[in-house]
């Protein structure tokens, strides 16, 4: 069974920084192509980061290019997300999870299976 647990959320200041931490279990991420996406209620789901394992591309959404990065830790089976200069835009439910990669209209992640997130909440 895959599994993802999400960690690092907390309140901050705008400004201030965070790092997201996800554990996964029950696959190993050098084979898939794995991300991040965030929830606020009453909005869509956006997707915000996330790598193809396999080959290394890494993406971004135009809303945290330049101040969020996704890496990985092979070893220890975790993905993380930097984020720095938080905005009060950013407060949301942060979830980590798989996927296929689906290549119209523009090559994105749709999500299969997710953990129950973590919550980032920025003041202004």
């Known amino acids: 069974e895959v599994q993802f647990v999400e960690s690092g959320g907390g309140l901050v200041q705008a400004g201030g920084s965070l790092r997201l931490s996800c554990a996964a279990s029950?696959?190993?991420?050098?084979?898939?192509?794995i991300g991040w996406f965030r929830q606020t209620p009453g909005k869509e789901r956006e997707g915000i980061s996330w790598?193809?394992?396999?080959?290394?591309?890494?993406y971004y959404s135009d809303s945290v290019k330049g101040r969020f990065t996704l890496s990985t830790d092979d070893v220890k089976n975790t993905m993380y997300l930097q984020m720095i200069n938080l905005k009060p835009e950013d407060t949301a439910v942060y979830h980590c999870g798989t996927g296929r990669v689906v290549k119209t209209p523009t090559i994105h992640l749709e999500y299969e299976s997710w953990g129950q997130g973590t919550q980032v909440t920025v003041s202004s």
């Open positions: 790598i193809n394992c396999i080959d290394g591309s890494t």
């Open positions: 029950g696959l190993t991420m050098d084979d898939y192509a």
